[in-house]
């Protein structure tokens, strides 16, 4: 007899969080028992609206195949939300197991020749899996920082060994490029090292197919660049898989961001433009992954998890795409760079046959910030004080194991210019008015000032945040201020010692939380 399931999603409606198992986890699976640790393959495409995945959005006009057979087979997470609404945070979120606005970095991105964000003394997730006998290797885009070396007029020298590369954060192998793909110079780096010194100056003017003005590598193709990755990546499966020890990919994909370059055979087939496309060729490729793993023996003993690192972007034409029946947000407001949902719930799909039911759904509030506890439960590693201190397990729902209580008491969500909003149960507060992104009503515009300071949405009935109720529920104000301020001051989130935010103390946003709770 199998396991009930929680059946398809109903958008207004506050679901169950994880369904009960008819088998003891002892039986469901024991991971440590088995003698053999699961291979990980950690999937990140990048500016992916929750409504651009098929089976999260039913009333969606571009269809994923592939990745839909993936949520059948797996377990499919549709209250999962990345840390930050764009791309270096989020990144950071998912290495460290840590809020992005803990280090330096308060608001915004990095640039292609920005220095190291993660401090090679902080542990990965790279780095623990290494420690724990796992052979982990990066293919794609970085978008952390690293640290070129300099010639004597201060510019880049391609010719020299690049540092403070992932290789310093726990991967054996490591391939890729610096920032996002509209981003110079277009340079790929394996281990260190540029694979070929920039010889020709490039850019891109279309809206669509954006890329700045920049260095490029002979070797470097923007077209080729998403198809470059997901081929690596698949050798990198069929060489590891013959190996005893188990292997980590983290594939963190350029793409549908910016420039949005599906290649000819994609070409017109979503028939809606070529954002659709191009999704639709990620989709594809993701199919020629999932059989590779298939084709190397080692499918019923692999995690793969796929997700996006935030909300999809305006470029991808919004209004072009409503029009034809297609709105990559689903029905969630606003997009990229939003405090609102649409920047930052996100397609999270699970799929590990030896341990997730096929076709299970769960409505469990969960963060990226959590893969870092996942991975050291599952190889039986206690994290440390100064490890993963916003990070919680996923073990225990990939399991469908009967829960006393939510997997996390609260998630912090960060827009672009550092915005703050803390979801506890069905509540949601924004301290900030508007979208404190590049929606509107956006920051500083007039329409924004107009506003009040703080926004409260019971996403149960009001998933749309369309109704402000904070004011009629001040008690849940001050409460979940009270915590974001605690979680601030804690340097964590999760049981463990105090620990010590980087960068500086405080700044504009986060004064602003302490102004509003002195006024209070």
Not at 247 to 253: C, G, T
Not at 293 to 310: H, Y
């Amino acid at each position: 007899m199998g396991y009930p399931r929680i059946l398809r999603y109903v958008p207004l409606c506050f679901l169950i969080s994880v369904v009960s198992c008819n088998q003891s986890t002892q039986e469901k699976s024991d991971i440590q028992a088995s003698g053999k640790l699961p291979n990980i393959i950690y999937v990140l495409a990048d500016d992916l609206g929750y409504g651009d995945v098929s089976s999260f959005n039913g009333r969606g006009k571009i269809k994923t195949p592939n990745l839909d057979q993936l949520a059948a087979e797996g377990m499919k997470f549709i209250d999962a939300h990345t840390s930050s609404a764009v791309c270096t945070p989020t990144r950071y979120g998912i290495m460290t197991g840590r809020y992005n606005w803990r280090s330096r970095l308060k608001s915004g991105v990095l640039g292609g020749t920005s220095p190291a964000l993660i401090s090679q003394d902080r542990s990965t997730v790279a780095s623990m899996l290494k420690a724990h006998g796992y052979h982990t290797a990066f293919i794609g885009k970085w978008h952390l920082g690293w640290n070129w070396s300099m010639d004597e007029n201060k510019k880049i020298d391609f010719s020299k060994p690049v540092t403070h590369t992932p290789n310093d954060l726990g991967f054996d192998y490591a391939y890729g490029h610096s920032g996002s793909l509209d981003m110079a110079p277009y340079v790929y780096v394996e281990d260190g090292m540029a694979t070929a010194v920039p010889t020709d100056t490039t850019e891109n003017r279309d809206f669509q197919g954006f890329w700045r003005k920049g260095l490029t590598a002979p070797d470097f193709i923007h077209e080729d660049v998403t198809p470059n990755f997901f081929r690596r990546a698949i050798s990198y499966v069929e060489e590891r898989s013959k190996e005893s020890n188990p292997f980590f990919l983290y594939l963190p994909l350029p793409s549908p961001h910016t420039p949005i370059l599906p290649t000819e055979e994609w070409q017109g087939k979503s028939e809606l433009n070529p954002y659709g496309d191009f999704v639709i060729m990620i989709d594809a490729y993701m199919g020629k992954l999932m059989q590779a793993v298939k084709d190397a023996g080692v499918e019923e003993n692999t995690l793969i998890i796929f997700t996006s690192d935030n909300g999809c972007s305006p470029r991808a034409k919004y209004d072009e795409l409503i029009e034809k029946g297609h709105n990559p947000s689903h029905i969630f407001r606003g997009h990229k760079a939003d405090i609102f949902e649409g920047g930052h719930r996100v397609p999270f799909i699970t799929r590990w046959p030896r341990v997730i039911e096929p076709g299970t759904i769960t409505g469990e509030t969960i963060c990226t910030t959590d893969l870092m506890a996942t991975c050291a439960e599952i190889i039986s590693y206690q994290l440390k004080d100064n490890e993963g201190e916003d990070s919680f397990s996923l073990l225990p729902l990939f399991r469908q194991v009967q829960l006393t209580a939510p997997v996390r008491e609260a998630t912090v969500h960060h827009s672009i210019n550092g915005s703050f909003a803390i979801r506890k149960g069905k509540w949601k507060l924004i301290l900030c008015p508007g979208s404190g992104g590049w929606s509107a009503p956006k920051p500083n515009a007039d329409e924004t000032a107009e506003l009040p300071p703080i926004q409260l949405y019971d996403i149960s009935i009001d998933p749309e945040e369309r109704r402000n109720v904070h004011a009629e529920n001040p008690e849940i104000v001050n409460e979940l201020r009270q915590l974001l301020i605690k979680y601030v001051e804690d340097g964590r989130s999760t049981p463990g010692a105090k620990q010590s935010n980087h960068g500086t103390e405080r700044w504009p946003q986060l004064d602003r939380i302490y102004e509003m709770q002195a006024e209070s």
